[in-house]
């Protein structure tokens, strides 16, 4: 069988380029740890214009969380886990609030990370898909608002302790900055009017509110005044537009983070109150409050710390300038990771940023670290005690000790992925808010103290074409996208919650053979194991595997294990032991990992022997109306995700496989689709002339493309081939119109330029020689359309010969409505004993979903003669290793309603010997092979189709 090379582009550019070296560590030492700065490895991006589930617009990141119990490497590298995400106020002018409800998103995170793009464009190592859009409400379902609180008064709720800030139409007001996600899937959001911290039930409903020490609470002529001098339209302003202690306007409490065991909650002040330094100018403002909370009954917190943190300073125009706080991560009990900036960038004062850094911060006592003043439920938390008189520390209070670890701004970092820091203000320059901090760990056995940190920026809803509800259309000046960075950092000695990195597999064994369950899990400090039966534990099963010497029926049942450390325990995904008798099914095809783009077909399918039942589950539950060895599922999207295993049964036992199912909002240039069809057979005497057909367009497309259209003969003595086709000749026709249209024709392609350019550009292999008599034709500008190649011989000349169909859509500038080829297809005389191969290519980075067909019976409706009875299919991957069969399509209705989609003639007799496949493919090249069984002969169309 032949095969047929083809340059991968990536490779290509990798052994032209050569490897690049990896990125050398930036590391810094603090309270005896060193910590290290391995490169900035990923980029996401969200439009400015993105909608929420709400139908308004996005509006950015003031806080991120992952939860840790999501958050999975996967085979290849990539990784996966549910990513939360908040918004602020909405979008304001002038300094005006409207009444926009406070929310939370969820995401599907999908990341990839990209250590050495060297200079790539590319800026899509994150893929963020929204998932849900969650209103913050009270109790009764009242959505919160972010209009700025009324200028003196609170509002009281039954149940809760603290007045809380209201705007003017009576609604709680809250200005949402940090987040933090709770073990029981409640959550936490600190304000700047409060400034409060806020407890929420995961479906969004306010459970409590925190009032933080009276020095941070904002007063005006000694009284609770919590409005932030932004009022809404006809509102009064308050005097004096700032307080005169407490939270300074839009400084209230920014960071937001949970310890690793869910235990205590941090939150830290953007910057110094107004009597620690804040009523003056920017210089004065460096002395931030860090709040910590025992929240282990989290309806009761207690105060249990109060530090000083020195937030950084820099210069501009020559003066000393103090940096904001963006978010907070804590690292454990004495370290944390704060993010700080200026207010430069894009869409701020400056577009080039002159302070933007991850910092860690130390509060000791440690090596070198003395240990930091705690000043909770000292003198120092009434507001006429201040910590910090003029911006001056008191000499009673010793602050945080700190050193950048990621200098944001670092150009080396950020032209990787095609970054600015700059004056040239575009759509890669970094925007001015960075608000947003996430940690998540590498999961690498070798590198056990490597996290990924994410950094996010808050927009302030800048798009030109925004909506939200109270308000309606609005243009900002400017499109500043959300975008999220992606560190590698090593950070020893912080905790983790224990990650389950290998899956204990199910297993079937037949009575009295070894089975051995096993799992891995990484975590600080390193879990121990315990294994459940049936959910229960069983006594003694404490090692990462779980063995069976001689397996009975008896020790069949559904396992799990639970990873445990002192930061909690996290469960394993479940594992069924099945011990069968001798006769019971055994797999000889199993359902194929799959990553798909949102919307597309996928195909899960398993073939079993012993006469099985099948039964399809998703993460372990029955799939109604499953119960056939293929599994369609037709516009798939993130619900549809998950593992989804096929159970075969029968009289003597039962064995199951498993597969998972990935779904990205891929970009239109990653999708998976066909970008080469090509046809491998002969002319022969009585059969002079064949005819490829194929489709180019496709659902939702538009536009033209360029199309390169081959017949080559004598360049395939290159790969060994005798009797080839010694001249062959080629038309492309048109036949949509009637009759078709000739649109061009070729003998000799002649080596010309064009002809030679076309065929690098899409890594077709070259002719031998610009003098070889093979055929080509180059079609920049194709309009979508039905079309056929016509092949023969000059002169009545026979032989082998491949006609081939590239997509020759220059690389990166394919489009949703870039028109597609749809289909190929030939319609052949098959000598008995002789086989036709069709290839066909998957390009781009998602799997693809084709049916395939080798139709001899069913063209006898069309009045065709001489039909092969009883055609077989079979599929081969490029290493020649046959993935798929079949010899009766059997009437499967599956493969009836695959044909339907792609308007496929419809086969009307279930129980022809037409030869189906239906299957999901990953990128790369394929081959079909189409013959008669028993070695006959006769005419027969083979026909590969896209699935939507």
């Not at 080829?821 to 781009?844: C, D, E, H, M, R």
């Not at 001489?866 to 993935?883: C, E, K, W, Y």
Request: include cysteine; aromatic fraction near 6%.
């Amino acid at each position: 069988m032949a095969r047929f090379p083809r340059c991968s582009a990536i490779l290509c550019a990798l052994v032209a380029a050569g490897a690049l070296p990896p990125a050398r560590a930036q590391s810094v030492t603090l309270g005896g740890i060193t910590f290290a700065h391995r490169g900035l490895v990923g980029v996401g991006r969200v439009n400015a214009d993105k909608r929420d589930w709400q139908n308004e617009t996005f509006g950015s990141l003031s806080g991120l969380a992952i939860d840790p119990r999501t958050w999975r490497r996967n085979a290849g590298g990539s990784y996966t886990g549910t990513l939360y995400t908040q918004p602020d106020r909405g979008y304001t002018k002038s300094g005006v609030t409207t009444n926009y409800r406070p929310r939370r998103h969820r995401f599907t995170l999908t990341f990839k990370p990209e250590p050495n793009p060297g200079g790539n464009n590319r800026q899509n190592q994150l893929d963020l898909f929204l998932s849900e859009t969650t209103l913050l409400t009270e109790a009764d379902g009242t959505p919160l608002t972010s209009l700025d609180p009324i200028v003196t008064g609170s509002a009281t709720r039954v149940g809760f302790l603290p007045r809380l800030p209201q705007a003017f139409d009576g609604r709680l007001a809250i200005d949402a900055e940090g987040l933090a996600l709770l073990p029981d899937g409640t959550f936490f959001v600190s304000d700047e009017y409060g400034p409060y911290l806020y407890r929420f039930s995961a479906a969004g409903t306010l459970l409590g509110a925190i009032r933080p020490p009276e020095a941070l609470i904002p007063k005006r002529n000694a009284q609770d005044s919590f409005s932030s001098d932004s009022p809404a339209a006809g509102q009064l302003s308050p005097s004096p537009s700032q307080p005169d202690a407490g939270r300074g306007n839009s400084q209230g409490l920014e960071g937001l983070s949970v310890s690793a065991d869910g235990r205590t909650l941090y939150a830290l002040m953007q910057s110094a109150l107004r009597q620690d330094g804040g009523a003056g100018d920017n210089s004065l403002r460096r002395y931030a409050r860090l709040l910590a909370y025992n929240i282990s009954n989290p309806a009761a917190a207690t105060l249990t710390g109060e530090w000083i943190l020195p937030l950084p300073l820099y210069t501009q125009s020559g003066l000393q300038q103090v940096a904001s706080v963006g978010d907070l991560v804590a690292l454990s009990s004495r370290q944390f990771l704060v993010l700080a900036r200026d207010g430069n960038g894009r869409g701020g004062a400056a577009s080039r940023s002159l302070y933007r850094a991850v910092l860690i911060y130390d509060i000791g006592p440690a090596p070198g670290v003395p240990a930091a003043t705690n000043i909770a439920g000292t003198a120092f938390d009434n507001p006429n005690t201040a910590a910090a008189p003029n911006g001056v520390l008191a000499g009673a209070i010793t602050p945080a000790t700190s050193a950048v670890l990621i200098d944001i701004n670092d150009a080396t970092q950020l032209t990787k992925f095609n970054l600015n820091n700059s004056t040239n203000d575009n759509s890669d320059t970094l925007a001015e808010k960075w608000e947003s901090l996430a940690l998540v760990p590498a999961l690498e056995p070798a590198a056990p103290d490597d996290f990924f940190l994410l950094v996010g920026n808050d927009n302030d809803f800048s798009t030109t074409d925004g909506f939200q509800q109270d308000g309606g259309s609005y243009k900002a000046g400017l499109n500043i996208d959300t975008m999220v960075l992606a560190y590698r950092v090593s950070l020893p000695e912080t905790r983790t919650l224990p990650n389950i990195t290998t899956q204990p597999a199910s297993r079937t064994v037949t009575a009295g053979q070894t089975a051995i369950l096993t799992a891995a899990a990484m975590g600080n400090p390193s879990p121990t194991f315990q294994w459940n039966k049936n959910g229960e534990s069983i006594p003694g099963a404490t090692s990462s595997s779980l063995g069976f010497t001689n397996a009975q029926a008896g020790d069949a049942g559904v396992y799990s294990v639970l990873a445990t450390n002192t930061i909690g325990s996290v469960a394993s995904a479940t594992a069924t032991l099945t011990v069968n008798g001798a006769n019971a099914p055994v797999f000889t095809a199993e359902p194929a990992p799959q990553t798909i783009a949102n919307g597309s077909t996928v195909v899960f399918a398993a073939t079993a022997t012993n006469a099985p039942s099948y039964q399809w589950q998703r993460d372990g539950a029955a799939l109604a109306g499953a119960a056939s060895r293929m599994l369609v599922i037709p516009n798939a999207g993130p619900a549809d995700a998950g593992s989804y295993t096929v159970v075969a049964t029968n009289a003597s036992g039962t064995v199951a496989s498993t597969a998972p199912l990935t779904v990205v909002n891929a970009a239109a240039t990653d999708v998976g689709r066909l970008i080469n069809l090509s046809i491998l057979t002969s002319v022969t005497a009585s059969d002079p002339l064949f005819t490829v057909g194929t489709v180019l367009g496709g659902s939702g497309t538009s536009g033209s493309k360029p199309l390169l259209v081959r017949a080559a003969g004598p360049s395939l003595s290159q790969f060994n081939v005798t009797g080839f086709l010694p001249d062959p000749t080629m038309t492309l026709v048109n036949t949509s119109t009637n009759p078709g249209t000739a649109v061009a024709l070729n003998d000799d392609w002649n080596g010309t330029t064009t002809l030679s350019t076309a065929f690098a550009q899409v890594g077709a292999f070259a002719y031998v020689g610009p003098t070889s008599k093979d055929a080509a034709i180059f079609q920049p500008s194709l309009a979508p359309a039905n079309y056929t190649v016509q092949v023969s011989g000059v002169g009545g000349a026979t032989g082998t010969v491949i006609a081939e169909l590239y997509d020759a859509t220059p690389a990166g500038t394919f489009a949703a409505t870039t028109p597609r080829l749809v289909n190929v297809s030939v319609l052949k005389q098959i000598p008995s004993g002789s086989t036709l191969t069709a290839g066909f290519f998957v390009g781009g980075a998602t799997s693809k979903t084709v049916l395939i067909r080798a139709i001899g019976p069913g063209l006898t409706q069309f009045g065709v003669g001489g039909i092969m009875p009883d055609p077989q299919v079979a599929l081969f991957n490029a290493s020649s290793a046959r993935i798929a069969e079949n010899d009766n399509w059997g009437g499967d209705p599956q493969l009836t309603a695959a044909g339907a989609t792609v308007a496929a003639f419809a086969i009307a007799d279930p129980t022809s010997r037409d030869a189906m496949l239906l299957v999901t493919l990953a990128p790369g090249a394929y081959t079909v092979q189409a013959s008669g069984m028993n070695a006959t002969g006769g005419r027969a169309i083979v026909e590969v189709y896209e699935l939507p």
